[in-house]
């Protein structure tokens, strides 16, 4: 019967000592995480131009696939991007044309209240 009780009291303290290191390895394995986690922290911005060049690539290779080579596809997106530019061109020099003449009248608005003040 002391065999017995000998047998059962070892079995809780290594059930303890088990449920000890557990617990020790499940901490040591969440600080593991968290410095790795730390360490590669990752820019958001970064991670957007690479979604973006991702993205293109893929619509590349998908053009490559439509067009039957990828020198087709190629002709395709500079056609695009000058079809693009030719339109976008005149609206940014309207635009940049309305921006200084807005200065200018900006400019000669103060003028005048200066002025104004000063007399």
Do not use: C
């Amino acid at each position: 019967m002391a065999a017995a009780r000998l047998h059962d009291s070892t079995t809780t303290v290594d059930t303890a000592g088990r449920d000890e290191m557990r617990a020790d390895l499940r901490e040591a394995y969440e600080r593991g995480r968290s410095d790795e986690r730390a360490s590669r922290k990752r820019h958001p911005v970064a991670m957007t131009f690479t979604f973006i060049a991702a993205a293109i690539g893929v619509v590349l290779l998908v053009l490559a696939a439509i067009n039957g080579s990828f020198t087709r596809a190629g002709g395709v997106v500079d056609q695009n991007l000058n079809v693009a530019a030719n339109r976008a061109e005149p609206a940014v020099r309207d635009a940049a044309s309305n921006a200084g003449q807005s200065l200018r009248d900006a400019g000669q608005s103060v003028k005048t209240k200066a002025a104004d003040t000063a007399g």
